[in-house]
Nanobody, 124 residues
Framework: QVQLVESGGGLVQAGGSLRLSCAASGRTFSPFAMGWFRQAPGKEREFVATISGRGGITNYADSVKGRYTISRDNAKNTVYLQMNSLKPEDTAVYYC?????????????????WGQGTQVTVSS
């Protein structure tokens, strides 16, 4: 199992930026594809971004493409989500997840380990 702990959430004004971090511990981190998902109140959890095990392949939801950047530092067992030009509709609890494969996926059901989530609130 991989244990994941997110940090970096908070309150920001529209147009601002935040950087989320997800620190992994337990099993070796580098082979695993990682993903970020989010869940707004009253809505289902949705895909945000994913990165392959070595970091060479990334995918983004259309709603965040061009504004968010996912990256990873395997030496630090950490994955990041840089969020720029934030909008009120980006408000949600953000979760990172680890997949037991180096191949990334946009499907939440294909991720084995999840963090506890970090709240991101964007005010208008």
């Amino acid at each position: 199992q991989v244990q994941l702990v997110e940090s970096g959430g908070g309150l920001v004004q529209a147009g601002g930026s935040l950087r989320l971090s997800c620190a992994a511990s337990g099993r070796t981190f580098s082979p695993f594809a990682m993903g970020w998902f989010r869940q707004a109140p009253g809505k289902e959890r949705e895909f945000v971004a994913t990165i392959s095990g070595r970091g060479g392949i990334t995918n983004y939801a259309d709603s965040v493409k061009g504004r968010y950047t996912i990256s990873r530092d395997n030496a630090k067992n950490t994955v990041y989500l840089q969020m720029n030009s934030l909008k009120p509709e980006d408000t949600a609890v953000y979760y990172c997840a680890a997949r037991l494969s180096a191949v990334s996926s946009i499907k939440s059901t294909e991720y084995a380990s999840w963090g506890q989530g970090t709240q991101v609130t964007v005010s208008s």
